[in-house]
């Protein structure tokens, strides 16, 4: 008696598959987003002050 190999994935399980890795991609991104917040980056603590006034009259 020679056993049956069922190749092809059952509904269920290959929904439930999906869920697993999408779970685990929506984790990741809020880790990463939770640790960016916590890296303070450099800004310009100057503001600038860019006259456009030549540019708006030639056009």
Same mark, same amino acid.
């Given at each position: 008696?020679?056993? &049956?190999?069922?190749? &092809?994935?059952?509904?269920?399980?290959? *929904?439930? &598959? *999906?869920?697993? %890795?999408?779970?685990?991609?929506?984790? /990741?991104? *809020?880790? !990463? !987003?939770?640790?960016?917040? $916590? /890296? %303070?980056?450099?800004?310009?603590?100057? &503001?600038?002050? !860019?006259?456009?006034?030549?540019? !708006? $009259? $030639?056009?």
């Amino acid at each position: 008696m020679q056993l &049956k190999y069922n190749r &092809k994935p059952s509904l269920g399980s290959s *929904i439930f &598959k *999906i869920l697993i %890795k999408l779970l685990f991609a929506i984790i /990741v991104f *809020i880790i !990463i !987003i939770f640790l960016l917040e $916590k /890296v %303070k980056f450099p800004f310009p603590e100057k &503001k600038f002050e !860019i006259d456009i006034t030549n540019e !708006i $009259k $030639k056009l």
